[in-house]
């Protein structure tokens, strides 16, 4: 699927990355500096912290206040676009005012949490190209305080699969798909294997060097095992988030990351070894 359009190409148009300095948009901006684009430019609202790299134009702005954004859409041609579903409609009425041509968004299926984001596009009249990725493997950090503590992580259903995707490589996609067109198309990204909560245990026990161990628990004692590292979030995503993993293993999307990327996709065990001191800061 990948192709080299050459970097003439790439130098004739303008890609702004919003989120740029969030755990995605920042990783987009990174692969499309890789990939030979000179021109990106980065949303942010807070320019003086970005800490972006000097060949990247920095925007402010914010997409939940949309009338921080004209000057950022200015002689745009693509975005990549960061899920905000409360003012995405003004959004994308902005970015079409301003002549951005293609919409490579963040979002899930219409029927999911962030379902509102795609349909928003679609009805956009712009150009599309939907990303709708899994489970975050950077989603077991929310176990981080409990491993740190107890040495044991809690939740309701051990058997429950999924298949993580690293971020990293979600804005591999997103980049790569940024320069490669595929207006109209939808892909469901996942991770290169299927793993249940109890093999995600025991894969970071592994990388970390220390027994970790699964207790199944009830929905209340679940939550207040993520309250110290989800705060008020923790009930939202005991109710929404883990009751939707499925116990039937799911199907991995026929379009892989490498597919797409040309790269091997990251396996779960690669990126427990390499986060491993994340689990170790307090």
Same mark, same amino acid.
């Given at each position: ?113 962030? =379902?509102?984001?795609? #349909? ?5 009249? !712009? $150009?599309?190209?939907? +990303?709708? *990725? ?96 989800? =705060?008020?979030?923790? #009930? ?5 988030? !883990? $009751?939707?993993?499925? +116990?039937? *293993? ?33």
């Amino acid at each position: 699927m990948r192709t080299n359009p050459g970097y003439a190409y790439y130098a004739r148009m303008t890609i702004l990355v919003t989120g740029a300095t969030a755990n995605i948009g920042r990783k987009v901006v990174d692969h499309l500096l890789a990939l030979g684009i000179t021109d990106i430019r980065a949303l942010t609202s807070n320019p003086e912290k970005a800490a972006l790299p000097a060949t990247v134009h920095v925007a402010e702005g914010h997409l939940r206040r949309p009338e921080t954004l004209p000057a950022a859409f200015a002689g745009v041609d693509r975005m990549y676009l960061a899920p905000t579903p409360d003012s995405v409609t003004e959004v994308l009425g902005l970015a079409r005012a301003a002549g951005v041509q293609h919409v490579v968004d963040l979002s899930g299926e219409p029927e999911s949490w962030w =379902g509102t984001v795609c #349909t928003a596009v679609e009805e956009s009249d !712009l $150009a599309w190209t939907h +990303l709708w *990725p899994g489970d975050f493997m950077e989603n077991t950090l929310l176990w981080s305080h409990q491993i740190r503590e107890t040495g044991v992580v809690r939740e309701p259903r051990p058997d429950a699969a999924s298949a993580p995707i690293a971020m990293d490589d979600i804005a591999a996609v997103a980049a790569t798909l940024l320069t490669d067109l595929h207006p109209g198309r939808a892909f469901s990204l996942a991770g290169p294997q299927i793993l249940t909560r109890t093999d995600l245990v025991r894969q970071l026990a592994n990388a970390l060097g220390r027994d970790i161990a699964f207790c199944r628990s009830s929905r209340e004692d679940t939550v207040t095992a993520l309250t110290p590292t989800m =705060g008020d979030s923790a #009930t939202w995503y005991v109710d929404n988030a !883990l $009751a939707g993993f499925d +116990l039937t *293993p799911p199907v991995l999307p026929l379009t892989s990351v490498q597919d797409i990327t040309g790269r091997t996709a990251t396996t779960f065990a690669r990126w427990a070894a390499d986060n491993a001191p994340r689990f170790a800061a307090g």
